[in-house]
Protein backbone atom coordinates (compact mmCIF):
# COMPACT_ATOMS: atom_id res chain seq x y z
CA UNK A 1 0.00 0.00 0.00
CA UNK A 2 1.23 3.63 -0.81
CA UNK A 3 2.22 5.71 1.84
CA UNK A 4 0.23 8.65 0.19
CA UNK A 5 -3.09 6.71 0.99
CA UNK A 6 -2.54 7.27 4.56
CA UNK A 7 -1.80 11.41 4.09
CA UNK A 8 -5.43 11.59 3.17
CA UNK A 9 -6.67 10.02 6.07
CA UNK A 10 -4.64 11.98 8.21
CA UNK A 11 -5.91 15.58 6.54
CA UNK A 12 -8.67 14.14 7.31
CA UNK A 13 -8.17 13.31 11.19
CA UNK A 14 -7.06 17.18 11.00
CA UNK A 15 -10.36 18.38 10.06
CA UNK A 16 -11.94 16.64 13.31
CA UNK A 17 -9.39 18.72 15.35
CA UNK A 18 -10.30 21.74 13.10
CA UNK A 19 -14.36 21.31 13.80
CA UNK A 20 -13.98 21.19 17.67
CA UNK A 21 -11.62 24.54 17.72
CA UNK A 22 -15.13 25.90 16.03
CA UNK A 23 -16.96 24.77 18.72
CA UNK A 24 -14.83 26.87 21.34
CA UNK A 25 -14.68 30.03 19.39
CA UNK A 26 -18.67 28.94 18.81
CA UNK A 27 -18.44 29.02 22.69
CA UNK A 28 -16.98 32.30 23.37
CA UNK A 29 -19.08 34.16 20.95
CA UNK A 30 -21.98 32.60 22.04
CA UNK A 31 -21.51 33.37 25.82
CA UNK A 32 -20.30 36.72 24.76
CA UNK A 33 -23.83 37.60 23.05
CA UNK A 34 -25.98 35.91 25.66
CA UNK A 35 -24.08 38.43 28.35
CA UNK A 36 -24.22 41.29 25.73
CA UNK A 37 -27.98 41.08 25.19
CA UNK A 38 -28.75 41.33 28.86
CA UNK A 39 -26.16 43.82 29.81
CA UNK A 40 -25.62 45.90 26.07
CA UNK A 41 -24.05 48.78 27.38
CA UNK A 42 -20.87 46.83 29.00
CA UNK A 43 -20.54 44.91 25.83
CA UNK A 44 -18.32 47.80 23.73
CA UNK A 45 -15.76 47.68 26.36
CA UNK A 46 -15.80 43.46 26.93
CA UNK A 47 -15.63 43.19 22.95
CA UNK A 48 -11.91 43.29 22.84
CA UNK A 49 -11.24 40.67 25.20
CA UNK A 50 -13.75 38.43 23.38
CA UNK A 51 -11.55 38.76 20.05
CA UNK A 52 -8.95 38.19 21.82
CA UNK A 53 -10.20 34.29 23.32
CA UNK A 54 -11.29 33.77 20.40
CA UNK A 55 -8.24 34.44 18.76
CA UNK A 56 -6.27 32.08 20.94
CA UNK A 57 -8.92 29.23 19.94
CA UNK A 58 -8.85 29.91 16.56
CA UNK A 59 -5.39 29.93 15.76
CA UNK A 60 -5.53 26.18 17.53
CA UNK A 61 -7.87 25.64 14.39
CA UNK A 62 -5.57 27.53 12.08
CA UNK A 63 -2.76 25.07 13.05
CA UNK A 64 -5.06 21.90 12.53
CA UNK A 65 -5.22 23.80 8.96
CA UNK A 66 -1.75 24.27 8.56
CA UNK A 67 -1.02 20.31 9.36
CA UNK A 68 -4.26 19.70 6.58
CA UNK A 69 -2.59 21.47 3.98
CA UNK A 70 1.34 20.46 5.07
CA UNK A 71 -0.19 16.40 4.65
CA UNK A 72 -2.06 17.25 1.51
CA UNK A 73 0.57 19.29 -0.58
CA UNK A 74 4.16 18.09 0.61
CA UNK B 1 3.89 -1.12 4.01
CA UNK B 2 6.31 1.79 5.37
CA UNK B 3 6.14 3.60 8.10
CA UNK B 4 6.41 6.83 7.20
CA UNK B 5 2.77 6.51 6.45
CA UNK B 6 1.66 6.16 9.87
CA UNK B 7 3.52 9.90 10.58
CA UNK B 8 0.77 10.97 8.34
CA UNK B 9 -2.39 9.15 10.50
CA UNK B 10 -0.18 10.21 13.83
CA UNK B 11 -0.06 14.06 12.87
CA UNK B 12 -3.90 13.35 12.20
CA UNK B 13 -4.68 12.49 14.96
CA UNK B 14 -2.28 14.96 17.42
CA UNK B 15 -4.99 17.78 15.18
CA UNK B 16 -7.75 16.16 17.16
CA UNK B 17 -6.10 16.74 20.67
CA UNK B 18 -4.91 20.51 19.26
CA UNK B 19 -8.90 20.96 18.63
CA UNK B 20 -9.82 19.53 21.82
CA UNK B 21 -7.52 21.95 23.57
CA UNK B 22 -9.38 25.12 22.09
CA UNK B 23 -12.45 23.96 23.67
CA UNK B 24 -10.90 24.20 27.14
CA UNK B 25 -9.83 27.68 25.68
CA UNK B 26 -13.08 28.54 24.64
CA UNK B 27 -14.61 27.17 27.98
CA UNK B 28 -12.40 30.12 29.84
CA UNK B 29 -13.06 33.03 28.08
CA UNK B 30 -16.58 31.62 27.58
CA UNK B 31 -17.51 32.00 31.58
CA UNK B 32 -15.02 35.17 31.65
CA UNK B 33 -16.87 36.99 29.19
CA UNK B 34 -20.26 35.76 30.83
CA UNK B 35 -19.23 37.36 34.20
CA UNK B 36 -17.76 39.95 32.80
CA UNK B 37 -20.79 41.34 31.20
CA UNK B 38 -22.76 40.44 34.10
CA UNK B 39 -20.10 42.27 35.80
CA UNK B 40 -17.92 44.76 34.57
CA UNK B 41 -16.51 46.57 37.14
CA UNK B 42 -14.16 43.68 38.20
CA UNK B 43 -13.50 42.65 35.02
CA UNK B 44 -10.02 44.31 34.74
CA UNK B 45 -8.66 42.72 37.86
CA UNK B 46 -9.46 39.17 36.49
CA UNK B 47 -8.11 39.30 32.99
CA UNK B 48 -5.25 38.61 34.08
CA UNK B 49 -6.14 34.77 35.57
CA UNK B 50 -8.00 34.18 32.59
CA UNK B 51 -5.17 34.69 30.44
CA UNK B 52 -3.06 32.57 32.85
CA UNK B 53 -5.37 29.85 32.69
CA UNK B 54 -5.90 30.05 29.03
CA UNK B 55 -1.93 30.36 28.50
CA UNK B 56 -2.05 26.82 30.70
CA UNK B 57 -4.70 25.32 28.31
CA UNK B 58 -3.30 26.57 25.02
CA UNK B 59 0.29 25.40 26.49
CA UNK B 60 -0.95 21.68 26.06
CA UNK B 61 -2.73 22.50 22.53
CA UNK B 62 0.79 23.94 21.30
CA UNK B 63 2.29 20.93 22.73
CA UNK B 64 0.35 18.75 20.14
CA UNK B 65 1.29 21.01 17.70
CA UNK B 66 4.80 20.48 18.64
CA UNK B 67 4.10 16.42 18.47
CA UNK B 68 2.46 17.08 15.24
CA UNK B 69 5.13 18.97 13.50
CA UNK B 70 7.66 16.43 14.98
CA UNK B 71 5.99 13.71 13.27
CA UNK B 72 5.74 15.73 10.05
CA UNK B 73 9.01 17.01 9.64
CA UNK B 74 11.37 14.49 11.34
CA UNK C 1 5.43 -4.12 8.94
CA UNK C 2 7.97 -2.16 11.33
CA UNK C 3 7.51 -1.59 14.64
CA UNK C 4 8.29 1.49 14.58
CA UNK C 5 5.37 2.55 12.57
CA UNK C 6 3.28 2.00 15.68
CA UNK C 7 5.17 4.11 17.71
CA UNK C 8 3.93 7.58 15.84
CA UNK C 9 0.08 6.45 15.64
CA UNK C 10 0.61 5.94 19.57
CA UNK C 11 1.92 9.65 19.70
CA UNK C 12 -0.57 11.01 17.91
CA UNK C 13 -3.69 8.66 20.39
CA UNK C 14 -1.58 10.34 23.11
CA UNK C 15 -2.22 13.81 21.70
CA UNK C 16 -5.83 13.41 22.11
CA UNK C 17 -5.16 12.17 26.15
CA UNK C 18 -3.14 15.64 25.95
CA UNK C 19 -6.51 17.60 24.43
CA UNK C 20 -8.66 16.05 26.72
CA UNK C 21 -6.00 17.25 29.88
CA UNK C 22 -6.58 21.04 28.85
CA UNK C 23 -10.39 20.56 28.46
CA UNK C 24 -10.30 19.44 32.32
CA UNK C 25 -7.99 23.00 32.78
CA UNK C 26 -10.89 24.82 30.94
CA UNK C 27 -13.56 23.79 33.37
CA UNK C 28 -11.12 24.42 36.37
CA UNK C 29 -10.60 27.95 35.35
CA UNK C 30 -13.29 28.69 33.86
CA UNK C 31 -15.47 27.76 36.74
CA UNK C 32 -13.06 29.87 39.12
CA UNK C 33 -13.86 33.16 36.70
CA UNK C 34 -17.47 32.62 36.78
CA UNK C 35 -17.24 32.99 40.19
CA UNK C 36 -14.34 35.16 41.03
CA UNK C 37 -16.54 37.91 38.73
CA UNK C 38 -19.92 37.25 40.86
CA UNK C 39 -17.86 37.71 43.93
CA UNK C 40 -14.35 39.25 43.55
CA UNK C 41 -13.65 39.80 46.62
CA UNK C 42 -13.14 36.74 47.27
CA UNK C 43 -11.04 35.89 44.51
CA UNK C 44 -7.83 36.43 45.81
CA UNK C 45 -7.99 33.73 48.94
CA UNK C 46 -9.45 31.24 46.13
CA UNK C 47 -6.90 32.06 43.11
CA UNK C 48 -4.47 29.49 45.14
CA UNK C 49 -6.56 26.04 45.16
CA UNK C 50 -7.43 26.86 41.57
CA UNK C 51 -4.32 26.43 40.83
CA UNK C 52 -3.33 23.52 42.78
CA UNK C 53 -6.50 21.44 40.60
CA UNK C 54 -4.99 23.37 37.52
CA UNK C 55 -1.74 21.49 38.41
CA UNK C 56 -3.49 18.43 39.28
CA UNK C 57 -5.20 18.41 35.93
CA UNK C 58 -2.24 19.22 34.06
CA UNK C 59 0.21 17.00 35.07
CA UNK C 60 -2.04 14.34 33.94
CA UNK C 61 -1.40 16.02 30.31
CA UNK C 62 1.91 16.84 30.86
CA UNK C 63 2.52 12.90 31.63
CA UNK C 64 0.47 12.57 28.21
CA UNK C 65 3.28 14.72 26.77
CA UNK C 66 5.89 12.48 28.37
CA UNK C 67 4.53 9.41 26.98
CA UNK C 68 4.18 10.68 23.47
CA UNK C 69 7.96 11.81 23.66
CA UNK C 70 8.80 8.63 24.92
CA UNK C 71 7.44 7.25 21.49
CA UNK C 72 8.81 9.34 19.43
CA UNK C 73 12.72 9.62 20.29
CA UNK C 74 13.22 6.08 22.05
CA UNK D 1 3.87 -8.75 12.36
CA UNK D 2 6.02 -7.98 15.95
CA UNK D 3 3.89 -7.94 18.96
CA UNK D 4 6.22 -5.17 20.24
CA UNK D 5 4.02 -2.93 17.58
CA UNK D 6 1.07 -2.68 19.78
CA UNK D 7 2.47 -1.98 22.89
CA UNK D 8 3.23 1.45 21.23
CA UNK D 9 -0.82 1.44 20.31
CA UNK D 10 -1.43 0.47 23.65
CA UNK D 11 0.51 3.20 25.48
CA UNK D 12 -1.13 5.69 22.78
CA UNK D 13 -4.71 4.03 24.31
CA UNK D 14 -3.82 4.66 27.46
CA UNK D 15 -3.23 8.28 27.19
CA UNK D 16 -6.94 9.31 25.85
CA UNK D 17 -8.09 7.67 29.80
CA UNK D 18 -5.39 9.95 31.32
CA UNK D 19 -6.77 13.08 29.68
CA UNK D 20 -10.37 11.46 30.75
CA UNK D 21 -9.15 11.44 34.41
CA UNK D 22 -8.32 15.09 34.10
CA UNK D 23 -11.89 16.22 32.80
CA UNK D 24 -13.12 14.58 36.09
CA UNK D 25 -10.64 16.30 38.19
CA UNK D 26 -11.42 19.66 36.22
CA UNK D 27 -14.89 18.64 36.79
CA UNK D 28 -14.53 18.23 40.75
CA UNK D 29 -12.24 21.42 40.96
CA UNK D 30 -14.49 23.64 39.07
CA UNK D 31 -17.47 23.07 41.40
CA UNK D 32 -15.91 23.47 44.60
CA UNK D 33 -14.29 27.06 42.88
CA UNK D 34 -17.77 27.73 41.92
CA UNK D 35 -19.67 27.20 44.88
CA UNK D 36 -16.61 28.36 47.51
CA UNK D 37 -16.68 31.63 45.46
CA UNK D 38 -20.25 32.23 46.36
CA UNK D 39 -20.34 31.09 50.07
CA UNK D 40 -15.88 31.63 51.17
CA UNK D 41 -16.58 31.31 54.37
CA UNK D 42 -17.02 27.34 53.76
CA UNK D 43 -14.50 26.28 51.33
CA UNK D 44 -12.13 26.06 54.10
CA UNK D 45 -14.16 23.32 55.41
CA UNK D 46 -15.14 21.29 52.71
CA UNK D 47 -11.35 21.72 50.70
CA UNK D 48 -10.20 18.41 52.06
CA UNK D 49 -13.35 16.63 50.83
CA UNK D 50 -12.44 18.51 47.25
CA UNK D 51 -9.14 16.54 47.73
CA UNK D 52 -10.21 13.11 48.56
CA UNK D 53 -12.54 13.10 45.52
CA UNK D 54 -9.69 14.68 43.31
CA UNK D 55 -7.37 11.87 44.92
CA UNK D 56 -9.40 8.92 44.07
CA UNK D 57 -9.93 10.53 40.50
CA UNK D 58 -6.59 11.49 39.68
CA UNK D 59 -5.89 7.70 41.14
CA UNK D 60 -7.55 6.26 37.79
CA UNK D 61 -5.44 8.70 36.01
CA UNK D 62 -1.76 7.36 37.91
CA UNK D 63 -2.93 3.56 37.42
CA UNK D 64 -3.59 4.42 33.41
CA UNK D 65 0.02 6.01 33.51
CA UNK D 66 1.31 2.66 35.30
CA UNK D 67 -0.51 0.77 32.08
CA UNK D 68 1.01 2.82 29.69
CA UNK D 69 4.74 2.81 31.28
CA UNK D 70 3.97 -0.71 32.02
CA UNK D 71 3.46 -1.15 28.09
CA UNK D 72 6.01 1.03 27.20
CA UNK D 73 9.27 -0.42 29.12
CA UNK D 74 8.26 -3.95 29.83
CA UNK E 1 -0.21 -12.52 13.59
CA UNK E 2 0.85 -13.29 17.28
CA UNK E 3 -2.16 -13.03 19.75
CA UNK E 4 0.14 -12.09 22.52
CA UNK E 5 0.00 -8.29 20.20
CA UNK E 6 -4.19 -7.95 20.98
CA UNK E 7 -3.19 -8.05 24.75
CA UNK E 8 -1.36 -4.75 24.79
CA UNK E 9 -4.05 -3.38 22.39
CA UNK E 10 -6.90 -4.36 24.85
CA UNK E 11 -4.82 -3.02 27.92
CA UNK E 12 -4.75 0.08 26.27
CA UNK E 13 -8.33 0.04 25.13
CA UNK E 14 -9.01 -0.78 29.03
CA UNK E 15 -7.45 2.68 30.03
CA UNK E 16 -10.17 4.43 27.83
CA UNK E 17 -12.81 2.98 30.55
CA UNK E 18 -10.83 3.74 33.66
CA UNK E 19 -10.59 7.58 32.19
CA UNK E 20 -14.34 7.33 31.98
CA UNK E 21 -14.63 6.11 35.31
CA UNK E 22 -12.92 8.79 36.83
CA UNK E 23 -15.01 11.08 34.48
CA UNK E 24 -17.91 9.24 37.28
CA UNK E 25 -16.31 9.74 40.26
CA UNK E 26 -15.51 13.32 39.17
CA UNK E 27 -19.10 14.21 38.61
CA UNK E 28 -20.41 12.47 41.86
CA UNK E 29 -18.12 15.13 43.84
CA UNK E 30 -18.29 17.91 41.61
CA UNK E 31 -22.18 17.70 42.57
CA UNK E 32 -21.17 16.92 46.72
CA UNK E 33 -18.98 20.08 46.31
CA UNK E 34 -21.59 22.35 44.69
CA UNK E 35 -24.18 21.22 46.91
CA UNK E 36 -21.77 21.02 50.22
CA UNK E 37 -20.93 24.92 49.98
CA UNK E 38 -24.26 26.29 49.25
CA UNK E 39 -25.34 23.91 52.43
CA UNK E 40 -22.66 23.58 54.48
CA UNK E 41 -24.26 22.56 57.85
CA UNK E 42 -25.38 19.18 55.85
CA UNK E 43 -22.47 18.57 54.12
CA UNK E 44 -21.54 16.25 56.66
CA UNK E 45 -24.36 14.22 57.11
CA UNK E 46 -24.46 13.10 53.12
CA UNK E 47 -20.76 13.22 52.23
CA UNK E 48 -20.61 9.28 53.37
CA UNK E 49 -23.40 8.83 51.14
CA UNK E 50 -20.90 10.66 48.55
CA UNK E 51 -17.96 8.33 49.19
CA UNK E 52 -20.41 5.11 49.08
CA UNK E 53 -21.24 6.27 45.50
CA UNK E 54 -17.68 7.14 44.31
CA UNK E 55 -16.90 3.90 45.84
CA UNK E 56 -19.42 2.18 43.13
CA UNK E 57 -17.70 4.63 40.42
CA UNK E 58 -14.07 3.94 41.21
CA UNK E 59 -14.76 0.51 41.73
CA UNK E 60 -15.49 0.40 38.31
CA UNK E 61 -12.52 1.94 37.35
CA UNK E 62 -10.03 -0.82 39.34
CA UNK E 63 -12.11 -3.41 37.55
CA UNK E 64 -10.56 -1.90 34.54
CA UNK E 65 -7.40 -1.60 35.75
CA UNK E 66 -7.85 -5.45 37.00
CA UNK E 67 -8.48 -6.22 33.31
CA UNK E 68 -5.34 -4.43 32.09
CA UNK E 69 -3.35 -6.00 34.74
CA UNK E 70 -4.55 -9.72 33.80
CA UNK E 71 -3.96 -8.71 29.95
CA UNK E 72 -0.58 -7.29 30.95
CA UNK E 73 0.64 -9.94 33.07
CA UNK E 74 -0.99 -13.17 32.13
Redesign the interface.
Do not use: T, Y
Given at each position: ???V???Y?????????????A??????F???L???L??PS??D??FA??F???A???G??I??LV??L??LFT
Open positions: MDPAFKLGAGLACIGMGLAMGVGNIGNFSGARNAASQRAIGALAELGFCVAVL
